[in-house]
């Protein structure tokens, strides 16, 4: 339909070649063929016509330009005024000089191609501006704030991507790490995600899917990655919550995007945060089969294993992905929840609360050592949380060796 509708205005570009053919026929006539009287027509004219512009410019303002122009459209209203009545004189003297004779004939000539022109000139520009320069203004001014609210997003972005470890960049860690145990850290990248611009950002992101505009690749993949890392940083009753709204921007990534890898991995990292570990293992398994997948995808899948009971499995990969980066030590956290897990298992099958001779006791306790010594200071959220009912430790919370290991104390001897 946007085709179609200029055809219904008047002021479209065929009228204005009219216009100018008329022109260009009354200014022959007019000169009477003397070329000197032509130039005098010609230039009244056209001068006329730039001043027409000028005003309906100046009178069709709006928006921003209302502060700066609309100041001078009121000073111009004024002013206009003002010499008309008091110069009207000069006014006539400036006329007469484009006469090419004395006599009533030549004033009337001027005055006439003046207040024609002058008019032309300011529907010319008040069409103009009205139905395609000021739409166009609007459009362009829309899209400059949209790209500079991109653009200082994007500047946090790569603020942000700096102040994180190389660990963090190539899979080896992930940014839970830097929250839990390095507070200061924390602190300084949740001041960067939770900065006014990047939050300004957000909603403008926000109101424009609510509004149904189409966005682009780049405010789309700023968008998924600040409410990505947002996670991070949440508090436990808020992370459910600000997973959904991370996951629902990945996901328009990804329909940009189909075949972008990280995005992928932060797809199936928050299905995994939305506690759906078989729809993230499922993503994982399938990226791990491209020969574009990176290496930190057998971690993960080391990880959401534990959650779906394929424990041989969650082992494989973390030890596969352990020998291609053995100083890191969060595969072998894995491994050892891993054999935990099986242990707690070997004992509800056959009732009992303790197997010392277990070989899966005895590899959960060896690996979990062997990452301790990598990351002495995991050794609290062992003891608070992975003690707690249902976690991978669960059963060996009156193991003597398990809590010798992680510094609990030594339980009394049972009365009796």
Not at 71 to 87: A, N, Q
Not at 108 to 134: C, D, P
Not at 374 to 397: A, H, I, M, N
Request: net charge negative.
């Amino acid at each position: 339909m946007s085709d179609t509708a200029p055809s219904k205005n008047p002021w479209t570009t065929p009228t204005w070649i009219v216009i100018a053919i008329v022109s260009v026929v009354w200014w022959i006539i007019a000169s009477q063929h003397c070329r000197w009287r032509l130039v005098l027509v010609v230039g009244l004219s056209l001068a006329s016509f730039m001043v027409g512009c000028l005003i309906g410019f100046i009178f069709t303002s709006y928006g921003e330009e209302s502060g700066t122009v609309g100041k001078i459209r009121d000073w111009l209203i004024g002013g206009i005024t003002g010499i008309t009545v008091v110069k009207a004189a000069a006014i006539k003297g400036i006329l007469l000089t484009f006469a090419a004779g004395p006599g009533p004939s030549e004033f009337a000539l001027t005055v006439s191609s003046a207040v024609l022109y002058s008019v032309l000139g300011f529907f010319f520009m008040f069409f103009q501006r009205e139905l395609i320069l000021n739409v166009l203004l609007a459009e362009s001014r829309a899209e400059r704030g949209r790209l500079e609210g991109t653009g200082r997003a994007g500047q946090v972005i790569q603020r942000f991507l700096l102040a994180l470890p190389a660990s963090i960049l190539s899979g080896v860690d992930d940014v839970d790490e830097i929250v839990q145990f390095r507070k200061s850290e924390a602190e300084r990248l949740r001041t960067l995600l939770y900065s006014a611009e990047v939050q300004k950002f957000l909603d403008e992101c926000e109101d424009a899917v609510k509004s149904g505009e189409a966005l682009d690749w780049d405010v789309v993949s700023k968008a998924a990655n600040l409410h990505y890392y947002r996670t991070y940083f949440e508090k436990d009753e808020n992370k459910y919550v600000q997973a959904e709204r991370a996951h629902s921007w990945i996901v328009r990534a990804l329909t940009m995007n189909p075949l972008h890898v990280d995005f992928t991995v932060k797809y199936a990292d928050t299905l995994g945060m939305m506690d759906r570990y078989e729809e993230a293992v499922a993503v994982l398994e399938k990226l791990d089969r491209t020969p574009e997948a990176p290496a930190y995808v057998k971690q993960w899948l080391g990880y959401f294993l534990l959650f779906v009971d394929r424990l041989d499995d969650a082992i494989r990969y973390s030890e596969e992905y352990h020998k291609l980066f053995p100083d890191e030590s969060d595969s072998i956290f894995n491994v050892a929840s891993a054999y935990a897990q099986k242990y707690c298992d070997e004992l509800r099958a056959a009732g009992k609360s303790e197997y010392l001779d277990s070989e899966n006791r005895r590899l959960a306790l060896a690996k979990l050592k062997e990452a301790l010594r990598g990351e002495p200071e995991y050794v609290e959220t062992v003891r608070s949380k992975w003690t707690q009912t249902g976690e991978s430790f669960d059963c060996f919370l009156h193991d003597k060796d398990f809590r010798s290991l992680v510094g609990l104390p030594k339980e009394p001897p049972a009365a009796g």
